[in-house]
């Protein structure tokens, strides 16, 4: 019986963490394949700023702007005349000013149709928002009705090339990834069930186990259900600090000869000094002599 009830909770254990772990996976190959064009940018970006910080040539940034999301990279001097352009979309000066009161776009006077919304290297590599349906919906709400024509919203992110003084301009369209919310909510629900189970089997794994030593199972659940581990810990220590049958694994008096609960004699006497030792004991910490397991466990019948 109690070795059934142990080996059950190794099935419950060994199920969740396989369940865990194939949802997991599951999730992160569905994530990674749906976002793997966003990630190949964002170490291409990696690399192409280590290039940029070298001072990077004009073939580099050619091949830069080969990748899909990518609209145009300029190159320009001191003065924002674009001495390049790898898409060949634009020449002449690139002129930014503020677009908004809050300075979150620029345009440039000479494209009315365009805003740029600026964005950080860190958004690049990690590629945070620029998959995000909502930032489209964001730019649309204060933008694209504005001054009644749409206006198209570029993500722009400039880095400096080298010590040349001129600077690498990237203009980026990122098209949204498909079902990236869905799959990103969809994780999200997975982890935040999991972790709920985790947590009703801590309390349930204490309420079992304190049901079976007959201490009060209801008790040490709820303590466990509102501290999870913390309770967990406390009822280990007050384990360790009770006295059980060996038999019944009820919880008992230290004082007790017999289990109130089954009737096993709870303590054995040595056959050497006749002393009063602890059932299962290896030895006598009386005398130290060595007890023998089978005439110990004919003492308990
Ligand atoms: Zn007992
Ligand atoms: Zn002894």
New binding site residues.
């Given amino acids: 019986m109690k070795a059934r009830k142990k080996s059950n909770w190794r099935a419950v254990i060994i199920a969740y963490l396989v369940a865990g772990a194939v949802v997991a996976a599951a999730c992160v190959g569905a994530i990674g394949t749906a976002f793997r064009e966003k990630l190949a940018l964002g170490r291409a970006y990696g690399r192409f700023s280590q290039a940029c910080a070298g001072g990077a040539s004009r073939q580099e940034l050619a091949e830069f702007a080969r990748w899909a999301d990518v609209e145009d990279v300029l190159l320009l001097d001191g003065q924002n005349q674009i001495r390049f352009s790898a898409r060949g979309t634009m020449e002449g000066v690139l002129a930014l000013e503020p677009a908004d009161q809050q300075g979150k776009y620029l345009c440039d006077p000479a494209r009315p149709g365009v805003y740029y919304h600026v964005i950080r290297s860190s958004v690049l590599r990690s590629l945070e928002s620029m998959v995000e349906e909502d930032a489209h919906h964001e730019f649309e709400d204060e933008f694209f009705y504005l001054d009644g024509g749409a206006k198209k919203v570029y993500a722009l992110h400039s880095l400096p090339n080298g010590n040349s003084g001129q600077r690498v301009f990237l203009i980026f369209s990122f098209a949204p990834v498909k079902h990236a919310q869905l799959l990103l909510r969809l994780t999200a629900t997975a982890g935040t069930l999991f972790f709920m189970l985790y947590w009703a089997l801590v309390a349930l794994y204490v309420y079992r186990d304190a049901e079976r030593h007959k201490l009060r199972g209801a008790i040490w659940g709820i303590l466990a259900l509102f501290t999870n581990l913390a309770g967990l810990l406390i009822y280990a220590v007050f384990k360790q600090l009770s006295f059980f049958c060996f038999k019944c694994q009820a919880v008992q008096n230290r004082g007790h000869v017999h289990c109130d609960n089954c009737g096993a004699r709870l303590h054995g006497v040595?056959a050497?000094?006749g002393?009063t030792?602890e059932h299962g004991a290896a030895f006598?910490p009386?005398?130290g002599?060595e007890q023998e397991p089978a005439e110990f466990s004919a003492l308990f019948q």
Avoid: D, E, L, V
Wanted: charged share 20%; aromatic share 0%.
């Fill in positions: 040595c050497a000094c002393k030792i006598c009386h005398c002599k």
